[in-house]
C-alpha cells in the first residue's frame, strides 16, 4: 500500500470514528409518515361484471380461456364438462384430478357433486414420498383456487399451504382455476389495499410458503422466437369465474 493510499485510509477512518463518537447518530431512524388509510374500493355489481369480462378478455389474448358460472352451483357441472372434454373416458369411468382441499375451492358440495359426475378429487398431503409424487405427476388435470385475480392483466394470485399444494397448477397439462367474483380486482394494488385495510398484509407474506403469480399457460420461445405452450407448466388454462356474492 502507497504511502499516499495510507493517509487516505486513515482520514477515512478519522472521519467515521469523529461521527460515531458524537451525541447525534450518524443515520436518521427511518420513521414512516402518519397517513391516513385510503377507503376501502367497493365494487357495484355492474362493475363487477365489467372486472370479469376484463379479467377474461386479458387470459384469452395470454392463450387462456374463461367462462361465468351466474350460480355456485354450476360450477361443479362445469368442472365436470371440462375434464371430460380434456380425458375422453368411456361411461363409468371415475377421472382423477389432482386438486387443493374442497374446503379451500369455496364452492358448495364440490366434491360430493363431482363424485356423482365421476371425477374424484387427489389432495396430497405430503409430495415427500416417491409413490404420491408419481401418482400426481401422472394426472392431467390440476384444479385450484385463487387467492385473487386481476382484470388488468388475467393474472391471477396462489398462495400455497396446507390443503393447497402448488403442484396442482404446476403438474398438469390442464389448469382448472376456480376464481369466485369477490377475489377479482381491478388492479394489483387494489388487491394490496384491501389485504392492508384486512391488516393481513404482513401475515400473507409471513406465512405463505410461496406466493404465485400466474398470468396464463406456460410459454417458452426458442432462439427464433417459436413460441411454445406447456414446456414448464400447464398448456391449458381455464378459469371459471362464479358468483359467491349472493
Same mark, same amino acid.
Request: charged fraction near 25%.
Given at each position: 500500500?502507497?504511502?499516499?493510499?495510507?493517509?487516505?485510509?486513515?482520514?477515512?477512518?478519522?472521519?467515521?470514528?469523529?461521527?460515531?463518537?458524537?451525541?447525534?447518530?450518524?443515520?436518521?431512524?427511518? *420513521? =414512516?409518515?402518519?397517513?391516513?388509510?385510503?377507503?376501502?374500493?367497493?365494487?357495484?355489481?355492474?362493475?363487477?361484471?365489467?372486472?370479469? $369480462?376484463?379479467?377474461?378478455?386479458?387470459?384469452?389474448?395470454?392463450?387462456?380461456?374463461?367462462?361465468?358460472?351466474?350460480?355456485?352451483?354450476?360450477?361443479?357441472?362445469?368442472?365436470?364438462?371440462?375434464?371430460?372434454?380434456?380425458?375422453?373416458?368411456? =361411461?363409468?369411468?371415475?377421472?382423477?384430478?389432482?386438486?387443493?382441499?374442497?374446503?379451500?375451492?369455496?364452492?358448495?358440495?364440490?366434491?360430493?357433486?363431482?363424485?356423482?359426475?365421476?371425477?374424484?378429487?387427489?389432495?396430497?398431503?405430503?409430495?415427500?414420498?416417491?409413490? *404420491?409424487?408419481?401418482?400426481?405427476?401422472?394426472?392431467?388435470?390440476?384444479?385450484?383456487?385463487?387467492?385473487? /385475480?386481476?382484470?388488468?392483466?388475467?393474472?391471477?394470485?396462489?398462495?400455497?399451504?396446507?390443503?393447497?399444494?402448488?403442484?396442482?397448477?404446476?403438474?398438469?397439462?390442464?389448469?382448472?382455476?376456480?376464481?369466485?367474483?369477490?377475489?377479482?380486482?381491478? $388492479?394489483? $394494488?387494489?388487491?394490496?389495499?384491501?389485504?392492508?385495510?384486512?391488516?393481513?398484509? $404482513?401475515?400473507?407474506?409471513? =406465512?405463505?410458503?410461496?406466493? /404465485?403469480?400466474?398470468?396464463?399457460?406456460?410459454?417458452?420461445?426458442?432462439?427464433?422466437?417459436?413460441?411454445?405452450?406447456?414446456?414448464?407448466?400447464?398448456?391449458?388454462?381455464?378459469?371459471?369465474?362464479?358468483?359467491?356474492?349472493?
Amino acid at each position: 500500500m502507497t504511502e499516499r493510499s495510507t493517509a487516505s485510509r486513515d482520514r477515512i477512518l478519522r472521519r467515521l470514528r469523529s461521527s460515531l463518537s458524537g451525541s447525534q447518530p450518524p443515520f436518521r431512524d427511518s *420513521v =414512516e409518515p402518519d397517513l391516513p388509510d385510503p377507503p376501502m374500493t367497493v365494487y357495484p355489481p355492474s362493475e363487477r361484471l365489467s372486472l370479469v $369480462e376484463s379479467f377474461g378478455v386479458n387470459l384469452s389474448e395470454l392463450s387462456g380461456s374463461f367462462e361465468l358460472a351466474h350460480r355456485e352451483r354450476d360450477v361443479a357441472e362445469r368442472v365436470a364438462q371440462k375434464v371430460a372434454e380434456w380425458i375422453p373416458n368411456g =361411461e363409468h369411468k371415475t377421472t382423477e384430478v389432482l386438486s387443493w382441499a374442497p374446503s379451500e375451492l369455496h364452492v358448495a358440495r364440490l366434491e360430493q357433486t363431482l363424485a356423482e359426475l365421476d371425477v374424484s378429487l387427489f389432495v396430497p398431503d405430503d409430495l415427500a414420498e416417491l409413490q *404420491v409424487r408419481d401418482r400426481a405427476a401422472s394426472l392431467e388435470v390440476g384444479i385450484t383456487g385463487v387467492e385473487a /385475480a386481476f382484470a388488468s392483466t388475467g393474472s391471477v394470485v396462489l398462495t400455497p399451504a396446507p390443503g393447497r399444494s402448488r403442484a396442482a397448477a404446476l403438474l398438469p397439462l390442464h389448469h382448472l382455476i376456480l376464481v369466485p367474483l369477490s377475489r377479482i380486482y381491478a $388492479e394489483f $394494488e387494489d388487491w394490496l389495499q384491501r389485504l392492508r385495510q384486512q391488516g393481513r398484509l $404482513e401475515a400473507l407474506v409471513r =406465512e405463505s410458503g410461496q406466493i /404465485a403469480f400466474i398470468t396464463g399457460p406456460s410459454k417458452s420461445a426458442d432462439i427464433e422466437l417459436n413460441l411454445t405452450l406447456g414446456v414448464h407448466g400447464p398448456k391449458v388454462v381455464h378459469a371459471i369465474v362464479f358468483d359467491d356474492t349472493q
